[in-house]
T-cell receptor, first 118, second 111 residues
Framework: GAVVSQHPSRVICKSGTSVKIECRSL??????MFWYRQFPKQSLMLMAT?????????EQGVEKDKFLINHASLTLSTLTVTSAHPEDSSFYIC??????????????FGQGTRLTVV | DAKTTQPPSMDCAEGRAANLPCNHS???????VYWYRQIHSQGPQYIIH???NNETNEMASLIITEDRKSSTLILPHATLRDTAVYYC????????????FGSGTKLNVKP
């Protein structure tokens, strides 16, 4: 089946630095990918919609200047957490759907990236 | 997207069927019902989805009421590895799987 891969799976960074998380669709093309954030013991929260070749669409309350999204190719979207602070520590997850498969309506999720800001 | 309501937790004995309910009383005619599960510290895993008819695959069965206001996910023979948080989501196909997750149901499968 289709696979979405995230890198890194875990990252620890110092407060004030920036961290980039990659989301790749390994065997399909995705014009649209989604980024979620999950705090401990909470549900996934949609952060933004990543659109290939255009600007991302952010959900209400998500700072677009802090969470930079780039979707430069049909198989890669990146999320950069800028000037990270401890409160940004969370589990970040991406998802994508293979629009090239007729009648495919299943979204595939990456394995997630655990970000810890110290 | 229609709001979904699920019980926060359920217990099930290993080997027995697990029936997880979901209420989506405001669902629109073009919204599908999706079920995903999340095992601790992993990305969500697709289980099944449907629009109006009941669906079955190798993992589970999805029973949707005739008025589409509620559905039930059935794991026919639960195992310890099925312990996870199960999410029921209603979304239109044109949203390309942009999901607004609810709080889900924590299923505890016990020996």
């Amino acid at each position: 089946g289709a696979v979405v891969s995230q890198h890194p799976s875990r990252v620890i960074c110092k407060s004030g630095t920036s961290v980039k998380i990659e989301c790749r669709s390994l065997d399909f093309q995705a014009t649209t990918m989604f980024w979620y954030r999950q705090f401990p013991k909470q549900s996934l929260m949609l952060m933004a919609t990543s659109n290939e070749g255009s600007k991302a669409t952010y959900e209400q309350g998500v700072e677009k200047d802090k969470f930079l999204i780039n979707h430069a190719s049909l198989t890669l979207s990146t999320l950069t957490v800028t000037s990270a602070h401890p409160e940004d520590s969370s589990f970040y997850i991406c998802s994508a759907r293979d629009l090239g498969v007729p009648r495919s309506t299943e979204a595939f999720f990456g394995q997630g990236t655990r970000l810890t800001v110290v | 997207d229609a709001k979904t309501t699920q019980p926060p937790s359920m217990d099930c004995a290993e080997g027995r069927a697990a029936n997880l309910p979901c209420n989506h009383s405001t669902i629109s005619g073009n919204e599908y019902v999706y079920w995903y599960r999340q095992i601790h510290s992993q990305g969500p895993q697709y289980i099944i989805h449907g629009l109006k008819n009941n669906e079955t695959n190798e993992m589970a069965s999805l029973i949707i009421t005739e008025d589409r206001k509620s559905s039930t996910l059935i794991l026919p023979h639960a195992t310890l590895r099925d312990t996870a948080v199960y999410y029921c989501i209603a979304t239109a196909d044109y949203n390309f799987n942009k999901f607004y997750f609810g709080s889900g149901t924590k299923l505890n499968v016990k020996p």
